[in-house]
């Protein structure tokens, strides 16, 4: 199985202020048709994940301009230009490139 | 607008077998190349993927949990479910079900319809 390992654990943000958080898989996840399939997930406080980030670096509908995702091959980074206090919560990556699908451990993202 | 729904016993007892029902409403489980799968979250702790089941019946499960997993899928009811036997306390989470691309496929936008989720409490 490919394993996912997130970085950091925990990310205390001042508001207004870029975050950033990494993500590295034991495998490569690009295709040969050129994609890397790795999604980034939201899930806040007392709700169910929500989609932030497919194939790397799309934008799911509705998630606004301040979060991007960038990388290729087997490290990841999602970014977040601005962070505002509804970004609070625990990010996932989740790799779709073979069965089964892995997630990361998370990471928590706190207001300083 | 498609919505999921989890549905099923809130407890179970250890040894037995847990089922739940996810429910698709506002589109058909058999439409586009959709798979729906099954994921879980232990108190305090983070995602697992337990499986996922095509419309034709063609299913994927996670490594540690295949020898215990059964998704089925009811497209005359637009339901899919899962089944895992010999529950334990380890078991206890809240259980998702969401809509997602197929693996390493052209055409992917990753999970992006979930269910509210189901807490599932193993005990005697």
């Known amino acids: 199985d490919i394993v996912m390992t997130q970085s950091p654990l925990s990310l205390p943000v001042t508001l207004g202020e870029p975050a950033s958080i990494s993500c590295r898989s034991s495998?490569?996840?690009?295709?040969?048709?050129?994609?890397?399939?790795l999604d980034w997930y939201l899930q806040k406080p007392g709700q169910s994940p929500q989609l932030l980030i497919y194939?790397?670096?799309n934008r799911a509908s509705g998630v606004p301009d301040r979060f991007s995702g960038s990388g290729s091959g087997t490290d990841f980074t999602l970014k977040i230009s601005r962070v505002e206090a509804e970004d609070v919560g625990v990010y996932y990556c989740l790799q779709a490139r073979q069965a089964p699908r892995t997630f990361g451990g998370g990471t928590k993202v706190e207001i300083k | 607008q498609l919505q999921l729904q989890e549905s099923g016993p809130g407890l179970g007892k250890p040894s037995e077998t847990l089922s739940l029902t996810c429910t698709v409403s506002?589109?058909?489980?058999?439409?586009?190349?959709?798979?729906w799968g099954w994921i879980r979250q232990p108190p305090g702790k983070g995602l697992e993927w337990i499986g996922s089941?095509?419309?034709?019946?063609?299913?994927y499960y996670n490594t540690t949990l295949k020898s215990r997993v059964t998704l089925s899928v009811d497209t005359s009811n637009n339901q899919f479910s899962l089944k895992l036997s010999s529950v334990t306390a380890a078991d206890m989470a809240v259980y998702y079900c969401a809509r997602h691309s197929g693996i390493a496929v052209p055409d992917y936008y990753g999970m992006d319809v979930w269910g509210q989720g189901t807490t599932v409490t193993v005990s005697s």
């Open positions: 506002g589109g058909s489980i058999s439409s586009g190349n959709y798979h």
């Open positions: 495998q490569s996840l690009l295709h040969s048709n050129g994609n890397n399939y």
């Open positions: 194939l790397a670096s």
């Open positions: 089941i095509y419309s034709d019946g063609t299913t």
